[in-house]
């Protein structure tokens, strides 16, 4: 009887595997002695390090069942079936380098998928058949590149592996080709496979840069430190400062912010403290916060000595150049106390220039501030921004007219 090809291939790699034990090949830790690697085992080589770093299954003499795996340039999909159970994860992964020094390491989540993944999982594969096709070596037609992504394929059990990568499939013109593609988008659209990296992309700290694929990197700076001259008319000398930090596993961002300022001669002082948190339940298009402040002032007016405080809690959005706010503002004078509507306004034309403005509606009088800041386009190594900052407020029917200067370090 005539042995059919795919025996006496088999054969003649049995062969060849013989030859290596015997000669001293080396023979990749990730196999069994007793497998036969075929098809694209250059690429596969590239696979390995990946698979002992997300401790995926090793295929060692022990191993008995089947085993498929595909992978991009930041996920993997792991199938195993054995006689006593059939189990699927994914991993996301992504390189992280710092900005310092520019060492990378690997960042990665590893979950198990559910039975309905799995389940699906096998089916597209049972539809689709990408164990039948060749690699991409072995298709004429297959054009290659640099840019763009590679998948690989993998299909091993106790005796064989067959590895297979492909470059770009959505840019070849070929059956095989088409064939893919229709397996790829199938399968991010039932597992949701890109969902589940933007969740773990969403997760990761907001720290140096990270590798996205082959050519996209996304960098985090560091938020910078604003410092700078805020003074009135009435209150000549002061300072303001800045900070924002990202909170509660990056989803929310707070800012803080301070001013001191105060006269020598007449001994005024104005001090705020505010604190202001975004991204509370709008985190898109249109973002959310929550701001609350408090101000302690003495001032002279009609030559008498005023103590004044506010207790202030807003709650408002941003959406585009747009900015509105809504709360309570809470100012004890002396031994009186009144709560007013407090109401804030933003709008921002162009990136160099935006105009607010700020009131305190009480029963008796309305006190209020109005101002703009000025963006001058600046960016170096010291100074990454600065803002000038001109304004006006009326309070206890006392008019000021103030300045800031802000820079960004």
């Known amino acids: 009887m005539r042995k059919s090809a795919s025996s006496y291939i088999l054969s003649v790699l049995q062969k060849i595997s013989l030859l290596c034990l015997i000669f001293g090949c080396k023979v990749s830790p990730s196999f069994s002695q007793n497998q036969i690697l075929i098809g694209d085992s250059v690429s596969y080589e590239r696979f390995i390090p990946l698979i002992k770093h997300f401790k995926l299954t090793s295929l060692q003499d022990t191993f008995r069942g089947e085993l498929f795996r595909y992978g991009d340039q930041n996920q993997i999909i792991e199938l195993v079936k054995t006689d006593v159970k059939t189990e699927a994860r994914l991993v996301n992964y992504i390189h992280h380098y710092k900005r310092k020094n520019y060492k990378s390491n690997l960042v990665y989540s590893k979950i198990n998928l559910s039975i309905k993944d799995v389940e699906m999982l096998e089916y597209l594969l049972h539809k689709y058949r990408i164990d039948t096709l060749p690699s991409q070596k072995d298709i004429k037609t297959w054009q290659r590149g640099a840019d763009g992504a590679t998948y690989t ?12 990568s492909y470059w770009s499939p959505e840019s070849q013109h070929s059956a095989e080709a088409q064939q893919l593609r229709d397996f790829i988008n199938q399968l991010d659209d039932s597992l949701g496979l890109t969902s589940h990296f933007d969740q773990f992309k969403q997760s990761l700290p907001h720290k140096g840069c990270y590798l996205i694929g082959n050519m996209m990197t996304i960098c985090y700076h560091r938020s910078p430190l604003y410092i700078g001259y805020s003074a009135t ?3 000549p000398i002061g300072y303001s400062l800045s900070k924002g930090f990202p909170v509660f596993q990056n989803k929310n961002y707070l800012m803080l912010h301070a001013h001191h300022r105060f006269s020598k001669q007449q001994k005024n002082y104005d001090i705020l403290l505010e604190a ?3 991204k509370l339940l709008l985190k898109q ?4 916060f929550l701001a609350t402040g408090y101000r302690k002032r003495k001032l002279e007016i009609d030559s008498g000595t005023v103590h004044a405080q506010n207790l202030q809690l807003m709650y408002g959005v941003s959406y585009k150049k747009i900015t509105l706010g809504l709360g309570a503002d809470h100012l004890t004078v002396a031994l009186d106390k009144i709560l007013g509507v407090r109401i804030h306004g933003t709008y921002q034309p162009w990136k160099f220039l935006n105009v607010y403005g700020k009131t305190s509606i009480f029963n008796s009088r309305t006190d209020y501030e109005l101002g ?14 600065i803002a000038i900052e001109l304004f006006t407020e009326r309070f206890l029917k006392q008019q000021q007219y103030g300045v800031g ?4 370090l």
Do not use: C, R, W
């Open 153 to 164: 394929f993998e299909f091993s059990n106790s005796k064989q592996t067959k590895i297979a």
């Open 233 to 235: 008319n009435t209150s």
């Open 276 to 278: 202001h948190l975004s």
């Open 285 to 288: 298009k249109t973002v959310d």
């Open 372 to 385: 703009m800041n000025i963006y001058p386009n600046i960016n170096n190594f010291f100074v990454k921004n």
């Open 405 to 408: 200067l802000t820079f960004g």
